[in-house]
């Protein structure tokens, strides 16, 4: 295992150049966003890159090769990124900068309002993003200790999912980082004030409060909670701390039912669970390319990066050359592919 973080690491390093070189980047850093605040610089051909106030939600569980391997895991997807960009026109961002707002409710029922969306449960986070130009990976390196992280390069946003958490949990990280992508833009709130603006806005962003309460305007039991929550498509934890917020149930069954989940596991794994959120822009790539001839393999020996590296990033879909995207999220601007050049 350190054998392959050492080399993940050396394909970062190689990663970066080659993005600067792709992507006509300048002398600014990469910054990586992973909840509150450290630098991690990183060593290439002889220079220290500041890849910007780099941290992780699970600090102390995590070592300090776990978080390299995170971050080059990062550097890889940018890499990919740039591949693709070169050979397609994908959806460019329409994300508004939201750091004026002080209150995340309110910003997160802006960018509702601003991507049309209403007060309707999102279908797919993923999807969504993804129509709204927003880049999204899954984590390269599976480790339970990272949970997600995001970053601004050149103007386009990014964001990295860790796929080992439930599907619930996927997508609160996506509403999550969405949130540090729209609100810390600039920078901002840093450490635990600027997290706890990430979980308002996560929360709010997939429960709007006028949804919840015309739903859910009483509730008595974790059964309840248990049905109600796959309308929003959260953990029965996340829609408990929605309720007490809302006032829809008291502190005292905020704490009866926050107890009764954790002696059922929920903490853990979800009882009437969701299916798992997958990329439609990296499905629709791989779908052109397969019927160019180009496959994984080819592109991962272009890329130099080792072919189960471009698996896992592209949500496995580079091994399965089967499936069809036969749906578009929540019906946002239809994902276009755009050909713009082949390799030769």
Known sequence: MDERKDHLWKVAQEAEERIEDLMKAGSNPVGLDV?????????????????????????????????????????????LSAWVEERFQLPEPSLIDLSYET???????????????????????????EAKGTRVFALAENTRTVDAFS?????????????????????????????????????????????????AFASSFLMPSADVIAIAPRVYSLNQIVELKRRWGVSAVALIYRLHKL???????????????????????EQNGIDREHSAIWQMVMTALWKERITRDHIAKELHIPAFELDYLLFGLASDQCKSVSENGDGAARLRLVPDGWPH
Not at 114 to 124: D, Q, V
Not at 160 to 183: G, I, M, V, Y
């Open 35 to 79: 909840g509150t605040s450290k630098v991690v610089a990183a060593k290439r051909k002889g220079k220290e890159i500041d890849t910007g106030a780099v941290s992780f939600r699970s600090f102390t569980k995590m070592s300090a090769k776990e978080r390299d391997a995170a971050i080059s895991a990062g550097a890889l997807g940018l890499q």
């Open 103 to 129: 209150d995340p409710e309110a910003a997160a029922a802006a960018l509702r309002q601003y991507w049309g969306l209403g007060e309707r449960p999102i279908k797919n986070m993923v999807h969504l993003l």
């Open 151 to 199: 970053l601004w390069r050149r103007e386009q946003p990014y964001i990295f999912l860790n796929h080992l958490k439930t599907p619930e949990r996927s997508r609160l990280d996506a509403a999550h980082e969405l949130a540090h992508l729209a609100l810390h833009k600039h920078g901002g709130p840093r450490g635990r004030k600027a997290e706890e603006e990430a979980n």
């Open 247 to 269: 006032n829809v149930i008291s502190d005292w069954q905020c704490r009866m039912f926050n107890i009764q989940a954790t002696e059922r596991g929920f903490r853990e794994r």
